[in-house]
């Protein structure tokens, strides 16, 4: 199976910030990943899917880029209402989720 | 509104039963392959589970594999996911999620329930 490893696990950073949160995927190569958003006591929700489509509704400073083994999360500006953890997940049979950035506001 | 809303968590002993279930409501279910989704307390997220649209085509996580039993009703708009043998470490929430493709792992989860609490203790 393919794992995905997410970093950092823990991020603080200020408003306006930043930030980028990398997936790196072992052994081998995913065709495309999903990043998640889950606020705390919430369930997750789906920020960006498949061919890096950002869901309806989320703000543009979210963007992801990469390909192959290693992915990237980033928020151009960051918000209060960012405050989060973060999840990427492969796009297979065996849809394994990193193991979570949570991100903080200073 | 689209909507999924999931039922029949609770604690049960090591060893015991228990069955979730999961009410959709607000789109075509059968057009749709659906999973669940754990979380154990402060931990990440898990994919558990999943049935294709039609119900033909399930799947499962190794952790739950030969234990846990996935099924949906197209007919009712419900997924169901029949837990055996349970232990210790199946101690999570469980989310029910829907998938954005008929069929399972091509696409993401974009809608999720609140989830359920299935606690595991003697």
């Known amino acids: 199976d393919i794992q995905l490893t997410q970093s950092p696990s823990f991020l603080s950073a200020s408003v306006g910030d930043r930030v980028t949160i990398t997936c790196r995927a072992s052994?081998?190569?995913?065709?495309?990943l999903a990043w998640y958003q889950q606020k705390p006591g919430k369930a997750p929700k789906l920020l960006i899917s498949?061919?890096?489509t950002l869901q309806s509704g989320v703000p543009s400073r979210f963007s992801v880029s990469g390909s192959g083994t290693e992915f990237s999360l980033t928020i151009s500006s960051l918000q209060p209402e960012d405050v989060a953890s973060y999840y990427c997940q492969q796009l297979n049979t065996n849809p394994h989720f990193g193991g979570g950035t949570k991100v903080e506001v200073k | 509104e689209v909507q999924l809303v999931e039922s029949g968590g609770g604690l049960v002993q090591p060893g015991g039963s228990l069955r979730l279930s999961c009410a959709a409501s607000g789109f075509t279910f059968r057009s749709y392959a659906m999973s669940w989704v754990r979380q154990a307390p402060g931990k990440g997220l898990e994919w558990v589970s999943a049935v294709s649209g039609t119900g033909g085509s399930k799947y499962y996580s190794d952790s739950v594999k030969g234990r846990f039993t996935i099924s949906r009703d197209n007919s009712k708009s419900t997924l169901s996911l029949q837990m055996n043998s349970l232990r210790a470490e199946d101690t999570a929430v469980y989310f029910c999620?829907?998938?954005?493709?008929?069929?399972?792992?091509?696409?993401?989860?974009?809608?999720w329930g609140q989830g359920t609490m299935v606690a595991v203790s003697s």
């Open positions: 498949s061919a890096s």
């Open positions: 052994p081998g190569t995913v065709g495309s």
């Open positions: 999620v829907k998938d954005q493709s008929l069929w399972f792992g091509i696409d993401a989860f974009d809608i």
